[in-house]
């Protein structure tokens, strides 16, 4: 079979390195949870080769690239209908799955953080994802409260999933070579299925309190609730970064009181 040519505007980027590709799936360790696994963007089947070796667990691909999908499917005759060419971002979990699933993947750059959201869309579905990101992506899921990495990402993924920094990846390989270091994260989800507040309001605290982090969470929150109800609380005078998930549910809480 000739092989898939990388596209740019896919962000594809083709990891050539087996012990690498091996090392991923084999940081799935939740497979007691779930029995299917989907695997987002698998280009030439590195992955793939180590996925299906795994026989307890039903496998699924999924490729916006028809040229890859046209190489996986005559390499992997066997999947039949669990071969999707599709947009991954589009993809109505329920129609295809209807339990618990990972989702695994060498995502593509320039969208890993809309993967990211369709996760936490399908969080109670998706109870594991392990997947390689741009280096400062995956720093940016796992950082704790404090740093400037830490952000909106931080906040959403570590309200429902633990995040795990696992190992750092260099350009030299993948096919093409991309111009950022790589890192792959495992996410787990935790216990929470509902946080102890309105989730809706708590995702737009959060958004308005890192959309300017420079500012106090009382001056940065000022643009979509009035500044004169919000109380007196010590939270008001600290910046985004430094409050922690817990910190930021008793935040939306005190917002819905004095709405």
Same mark, same amino acid.
């Given at each position: ?99 618990? *699933? ?7 750059? @320039?969208?890993? =953080? ?5 996760? #936490?869309?399908? !969080? ?92 106090? *969470? ?7 609730? @009035?500044?004169? =109800? ?5 939270? #008001?005078?600290? !910046? ?20």
């Amino acid at each position: 079979m000739s092989l898939v040519k990388a596209k740019k505007h896919l962000g594809q980027h083709f990891l050539t390195d087996k012990n690498i590709a091996e090392k991923i799936v084999n940081s799935l360790h939740s497979t007691d949870k779930y029995d299917q696994v989907l695997e987002v963007g698998p280009g030439m089947g590195v992955l793939s080769d180590f996925l299906l070796r795994k026989t307890e667990l039903e496998i699924f691909m999924i490729d916006i690239d028809t040229e890859s999908f046209q190489y996986l499917d005559k390499k992997y005759p066997n999947l039949g209908e669990r071969l999707i060419n599709a947009d991954f971002l589009q993809l109505n979990f329920k129609e295809i799955f209807p339990g618990n *699933l990972a989702v695994i993947g060498n995502f593509p750059y @320039n969208i890993s =953080s809309q993967i990211l959201f369709k996760v #936490l869309e399908n !969080r109670d579905q998706v109870i594991e994802v392990v997947g390689m990101f741009q280096k400062e992506v995956a720093q940016r899921c796992a950082e704790k409260p404090g740093s400037k990495e830490y952000g909106i990402l931080s906040v959403f993924l570590q309200a429902y999933y633990k995040v795990d920094y696992l190992f750092s990846v260099k350009p030299g390989v993948f096919n093409p070579p991309p111009k950022v270091n790589s890192a792959v994260i495992r996410l787990t989800r935790n216990e929470v299925s509902k946080l102890d507040c309105d989730e809706k309001l708590f995702w737009q605290v959060v958004k308005a309190g890192f959309n300017q982090r420079r500012k106090t *969470l009382r001056n940065a929150l000022s643009s979509i609730f @009035n500044k004169d =109800s919000m109380g007196d609380d010590p939270m #008001l005078d600290l !910046r985004a970064e430094r409050l922690s998930v817990d910190d930021f549910v008793k935040l939306t809480n005190l917002i819905s009181s004095t709405r």
